[in-house]
């Protein structure tokens, strides 16, 4: 998928499927790396314990929304920050994230761009650190069905 001109990419696994082995789910979304013109990205029913290197990588510079739902088995967030056009970004339903720490940002100054953060359905959720100075453009900040998020410091 590399070589294709998309804009708009929607990734689904059926919501019913049991994985076998987490590698395997990784190595088929390695293996889907989209065009780098990509603007519109959704991953729904991911079953790997975290994500390939492109997701996170540079290679996406153009992508402005992200929506990425139920990926139950996934224990970190990659560094979102590093995409620097993104706008919106929604992590809905990711049963394993635990706390939200430094690899959410990476190594990167800021989300230069980013407008919109919606948190859905984290079921063990407890916290984030989260740095105001980060989001220098942040507009809509929501977290809704968390039910042990105490709060997010700084």
């Not at 998309?6 to 190595?27: F, R, T």
């Not at 635990?98 to 940002?105: D, L, Q």
Request: aromatic share 12%.
């Amino acid at each position: 998928m590399k070589d294709k001109h998309l804009v708009e990419i929607e990734l689904k696994w059926k919501s019913d499927h049991i994985p076998d082995d987490p590698k395997k789910e990784k190595k088929v979304l390695k293996n889907l790396q989209p065009h780098k013109h990509l603007e519109h990205s959704s991953i729904k029913n991911y079953s790997g314990t975290k994500f390939p290197s492109w997701v996170f990588k540079n290679s996406l510079s153009n992508l402005v929304f992200l929506r990425l739902e139920d990926c139950k088995y996934c224990l970190c967030l990659p560094p979102f920050a590093i995409l620097s056009c993104l706008k919106t970004l929604e992590i809905i339903g990711f049963d394993g994230i635990v706390s939200i720490g430094a690899e959410f940002y990476g190594s990167n100054s800021s989300f230069a761009s980013l407008e919109r953060l919606h948190f859905y359905k984290m079921k063990e959720w407890k916290g984030m650190r989260m740095y105001y100075f980060f989001f220098p453009r942040l507009r809509h900040l929501s977290m809704h069905n968390c039910p042990k998020l105490k709060g997010l410091s700084e």
